[in-house]
């Protein structure tokens, strides 16, 4: 089933938890979100937090709009939620194809020497996700999800236990505290860095959702 605009228009938190194990694919390209972090306009560490303009424009148009930006020259997937400035990160994910679509994507994200990337980690970082479905930020950015090429789809796998943590990179005084990180706890060796042990929590959909009452 491709997920439609309705998915993407409801609270960032809860759209970030049921992104976790959907498929994003691209043509015959496909690949499993494992990792996703939710952001809000109130949230320091949002983008969206320093205001409106032309470049961030995506994050203030409806659910399901696609906003890009390059991290340190590398892109990177977002998709807009419900209200102004808020949004979810594609963090990482995994290969979900065999074959010549496979192939494509690790020639689409080879190595700085030109090796094949190794597919356990072939988008284990939300620019590698970006880089193996060769997308751009000038190709996708500000476009809702149904006018492109990219559909993210629900073909009924559900994690059965989520990881909950602190947010990668986000800087000392910018709301770094905040829990907004999601990882299927089936790939935690193959998210975009695991947390360090006694640094998060494990927990079923229900109990996620239950212990985040204030922010959904």
């Given at each position: 089933m491709i997920l439609s605009s309705v998915f993407f228009n409801r609270n960032a938190m809860l759209v970030a938890i049921e992104l976790l194990g959907k498929v994003i694919t691209r043509g015959a390209?496909?690949?499993r979100i494992i990792e996703t972090e939710c952001y809000f306009l109130t949230d320091k560490g949002s983008h969206a937090s320093l205001g409106y303009t032309e470049k961030r424009k995506?994050?203030?148009?409806d659910g399901g709009t696609i906003y890009m930006y390059y991290a340190r020259g590398k892109p990177s997937l977002n998709f807009s939620a419900h209200g102004e400035g808020n949004a979810v990160l594609i963090k990482s994910a995994i290969a979900d194809c065999k074959g010549e679509p496979l192939i494509m994507m690790q020639r689409n994200n080879?190595?700085?020497?030109?090796?094949?990337?190794?597919?356990?980690?072939?988008a284990s970082g939300q620019t590698l996700v970006c880089r193996s479905l060769g997308i751009d930020v000038k190709d996708y950015d500000g476009k809702q999800i149904d006018e492109t090429d990219i559909r993210v789809t629900d073909d009924g796998y559900r994690p059965e236990l989520f990881v909950q943590t602190v947010r990668l990179g986000i800087p000392v005084g910018r709301d770094a505290h905040l829990p907004f990180r999601f990882?299927?706890?089936k790939y935690l060796e193959r998210c975009t860095v695991k947390p360090?042990?006694?640094s998060y929590e494990v927990c079923g959909y229900n109990e996620t959702v239950s212990k985040n009452q204030k922010f959904l």
């Open positions: 390209m496909r690949l995506a994050l203030f148009m080879l190595m700085p020497d030109g090796r094949m990337r190794d597919v356990e980690r072939l990882i299927d706890e360090k042990k006694g």
